[in-house]
């Protein structure tokens, strides 16, 4: 009986709305199942600081955090590094749940936490989308950020005049743009690219390559794909990603690459030193040709495989470093096996390390890529634990370097389709599922997807949802719940966050498109387009402001003087 009312509640609803006379009729936000209230109450004794309930204690934090605001200066003067994060498909709700999620597995709520790139003084939102699709790629979105020219889905360094697999187009120099590492390379910096995704993959291929498809990691994979029209055509006159990375301006000159995708370097008949098979029909050792490739004499270069010998390694008397730890990408932080891969943390120390050699400076590019990859099989788990990680990174990058001369920028390619909802308690188990859902008196998640593999349909004979009750989804691997049945799950086309510390990192404030990103740190860093544009290091600091208007003060008060005395 009580099922036929709560039908009937919403049929009435939808013909109240048809019929235009919903103002009569309210849909209440108001909590009315007295238990919830009770449990909502004993979860906020347990759960919030004692403070929290003082108005004195949130006006203190307010006022506390506006005079932090007031103290904070402008930096100019020149960024001679440049540390330029990404958190792959690292959402606004990916940020919200990560900090609740650090902070709950140190025994605190989590709600109030912030991740360490969230600490930085300025933030901005960029607009993701790609020149022909709303809602874009990592490959389109590396483009725009690391270009500062936006592209078509699926291609990499390349304007939107090439088409998706248009080979021949990508080749012709007027429709290929520069990375701004390569900037930082005419810069005379040292420069590196550090993912945990396959250095091929699309998001680090926007750093050195310029394809018209980003799937074309190596000739094999240009020879298998099923909706290109000429295979030979293509195999004859572009090189793929792997080869771009090894033999053309940017990649070779690369002081680091880190990452994952051994594979795509090594020939089919090859094993390597895991038993796996490498993927070139070519028969090319492209590692080989790294390690042999513009010696000159005293140069040091330094292929490592696994976590041990990239903590081995002498990186201050490392000049090239070259690591691939994976066959494929790497694996997430939870479930890597520790003694052959390194951290996201390890490999950006070891970057920085590497590459603060110069006396010019350098750019750094990192990829925290597995959040993405997590959300794409709805493992929302792995995801904001790769976020953390992310953060940790930053944290670790700020601690190695000064925010006097270099600048820190963490942001994202796009966003995700998971949401945080519901009305769960503060406290709540962000992995968990605390509410009931009064139509069907069944548990919902807090976190769930719109799209993605996990979607169940409703069974058929009671016409009811899947009932997750049981399902431990604190469990790693456990996919969350989604709409719509996919076998992979989309992209999301809302704004990301931008983060920025250092030198010019107020140019980072405000809504913009994602393609602004790499000319204000080419502002910032002196280098690339806007190299010559402004002196940045004789910018007056608020003292030599002072200064001058104390000058012309005192002049026109001599003036005054002089012309009463004539």
């Given at each position: 009986?009580?099922?036929?009312?709560?039908?009937?509640?919403?049929?009435?609803?939808?013909?109240?709305?048809?019929?235009?006379?919903?103002?009569?009729?309210?849909?209440?936000?108001i909590e009315t199942d007295a238990e919830i209230i009770a449990d909502?109450?004993?979860?906020?004794?347990?759960?919030?600081?004692?403070?929290?309930?003082?108005?004195?204690?949130?006006?203190?934090?307010?006022?506390?955090?506006?005079?932090?605001?007031?103290?904070?200066?402008?930096?100019?003067?020149?960024?001679?590094?440049?540390?330029?994060?990404?958190?792959?498909?690292?959402?606004?709700?990916?940020?919200?749940?990560?900090?609740?999620?650090?902070?709950?597995?140190?025994?605190?709520?989590?709600?109030?936490?912030?991740?360490?790139?969230?600490?930085?003084?300025?933030?901005?939102?960029?607009?993701?989308?790609?020149?022909?699709?709303?809602?874009?790629?990592?490959?389109?979105?590396?483009?725009?950020?690391?270009?500062?020219?936006?592209?078509?889905?699926?291609?990499?360094?390349?304007?939107?005049?090439?088409?998706?697999?248009?080979?021949?187009?990508?080749?012709?120099?007027?429709?290929?743009?520069?990375?701004?590492?390569?900037?930082?390379?005419?810069?005379?910096?040292?420069?590196?690219?550090?993912?945990?995704?396959?250095?091929?993959?699309?998001?680090?291929?926007?750093?050195?390559?310029?394809?018209?498809?980003?799937?074309?990691?190596?000739?094999?994979?240009?020879?298998?794909?099923?909706?290109?029209?000429?295979?030979?055509?293509?195999?004859?006159?572009?090189?793929?990603?792997?080869?771009?990375?090894?033999?053309?301006?940017?990649?070779?000159?690369?002081?680091?690459?880190?990452?994952?995708?051994?594979?795509?370097?090594?020939?089919?008949?090859?094993?390597?030193?895991?038993?796996?098979?490498?993927?070139?029909?070519?028969?090319?050792?492209?590692?080989?040709?790294?390690?042999?490739?513009?010696?000159?004499?005293?140069?040091?270069?330094?292929?490592?495989?696994?976590?041990?010998?990239?903590?081995?390694?002498?990186?201050?008397?490392t000049d090239f470093l070259f690591g691939l730890f994976a066959e494929?990408?790497?694996?997430?932080?939870?479930?890597?096996?520790?003694?052959?891969?390194?951290?996201?943390?390890?490999?950006?120390?070891?970057?920085?390390?590497?590459?603060?050699?110069?006396?010019?400076?350098?750019?750094?590019?990192?990829?925290?890529?597995?959040?993405?990859?997590?959300?794409?099989?709805?493992?929302?788990?792995?995801?904001?634990?790769?976020?953390?990680?992310?953060?940790?990174?930053?944290?670790?990058?700020?601690?190695?370097?000064?925010?006097?001369?270099?600048?820190?920028?963490?942001?994202?390619?796009?966003?995700?389709?998971?949401?945080?909802?519901?009305?769960?308690?503060?406290?709540?188990?962000?992995?968990?599922?605390?509410?009931?859902?009064?139509?069907?008196?069944?548990?919902?998640?807090?976190?769930?997807?719109?799209?993605?593999?996990?979607?169940?349909?409703?069974?058929?004979?009671?016409?009811?949802?899947?009932?997750?009750?049981?399902?431990?989804?604190?469990?790693?691997?456990?996919?969350?719940?989604?709409?719509?049945?996919?076998?992979?799950?989309?992209?999301?086309?809302?704004?990301?966050?931008?983060?920025?510390?250092?030198?010019?990192?107020?140019?980072?404030?405000?809504?913009?498109?994602?393609?602004?990103?790499?000319?204000?740190?080419?502002?910032?860093?002196?280098?690339?387009?806007?190299?010559?544009?402004?002196?940045?290091?004789?910018?007056?600091?608020?003292?030599?402001?002072?200064?001058?208007?104390?000058?012309?003060?005192?002049?026109?008060?001599?003036?005054?003087?002089?012309?009463?005395?004539?």
């Amino acid at each position: 009986m009580q099922r036929l009312y709560e039908v009937l509640y919403v049929f009435a609803v939808i013909l109240l709305s048809l019929f235009g006379v919903t103002n009569s009729f309210e849909l209440s936000h108001i909590e009315t199942d007295a238990e919830i209230i009770a449990d909502r109450k004993r979860a906020s004794n347990d759960n919030i600081r004692p403070g929290e309930n003082d108005k004195k204690f949130w006006k203190d934090i307010g006022n506390s955090l506006l005079h932090q605001k007031l103290q904070e200066k402008r930096q100019y003067g020149v960024a001679k590094n440049v540390i330029f994060f990404i958190g792959d498909g690292m959402s606004i709700t990916t940020l919200a749940a990560s900090r609740i999620y650090m902070g709950q597995m140190n025994n605190r709520t989590g709600e109030n936490e912030m991740l360490s790139f969230e600490e930085f003084p300025h933030t901005g939102l960029s607009k993701t989308y790609c020149v022909d699709s709303q809602v874009a790629d990592s490959a389109c979105s590396a483009t725009a950020y690391l270009t500062g020219v936006k592209g078509n889905i699926e291609t990499i360094g390349v304007s939107g005049t090439v088409s998706l697999r248009d080979c021949i187009a990508s080749n012709e120099p007027e429709n290929q743009v520069e990375s701004s590492l390569r900037w930082a390379q005419r810069a005379g910096k040292r420069t590196g690219v550090v993912t945990n995704m396959r250095v091929t993959h699309a998001t680090p291929a926007g750093a050195y390559a310029n394809v018209a498809q980003r799937d074309w990691e190596c000739d094999n994979d240009i020879a298998r794909d099923q909706l290109l029209n000429d295979h030979k055509l293509c195999l004859e006159n572009s090189q793929d990603i792997a080869r771009q990375l090894i033999e053309n301006d940017t990649g070779r000159n690369l002081n680091v690459i880190m990452g994952g995708g051994r594979s795509k370097f090594l020939p089919n008949t090859t094993v390597d030193n895991y038993n796996h098979l490498g993927q070139r029909r070519d028969n090319r050792d492209l590692i080989q040709e790294w390690l042999n490739k513009n010696r000159r004499e005293g140069e040091h270069r330094a292929y490592v495989s696994d976590r041990k010998e990239l903590k081995s390694l002498n990186t201050t008397q490392t000049d090239f470093l070259f690591g691939l730890f994976a066959e494929s990408h790497m694996q997430y932080n939870l479930l890597a096996n520790k003694t052959v891969e390194p951290t996201l943390v390890e490999m950006t120390e070891a970057a920085i390390e590497v590459l603060s050699k110069g006396d010019k400076g350098f750019y750094l590019f990192v990829e925290g890529g597995l959040i993405d990859w997590a959300h794409h099989d709805n493992l929302a788990h792995l995801a904001l634990d790769e976020t953390v990680m992310l953060s940790k990174a930053v944290r670790r990058a700020t601690e190695m370097t000064s925010r006097d001369d270099t600048l820190i920028v963490v942001t994202s390619d796009h966003s995700h389709t998971m949401t945080l909802n519901g009305y769960p308690q503060r406290g709540s188990d962000i992995l968990g599922h605390p509410r009931i859902a009064k139509l069907d008196k069944m548990p919902y998640s807090t976190l769930s997807y719109a799209n993605g593999p996990s979607a169940r349909p409703t069974d058929p004979a009671t016409g009811q949802r899947y009932n997750l009750t049981n399902d431990n989804t604190s469990d790693p691997t456990y996919r969350f719940p989604s709409l719509v049945k996919l076998v992979w799950e989309t992209h999301g086309g809302d704004d990301v966050g931008v983060f920025a510390v250092g030198p010019w990192s107020h140019l980072f404030v405000g809504n913009y498109e994602q393609n602004f990103i790499p000319h204000a740190i080419s502002y910032a860093a002196q280098m690339g387009p806007n190299e010559h544009r402004v002196d940045a290091s004789n910018q007056p600091s608020s003292a030599s402001k002072d200064f001058t208007f104390f000058s012309i003060a005192l002049l026109a008060f001599c003036s005054i003087v002089l012309h009463l005395s004539r």
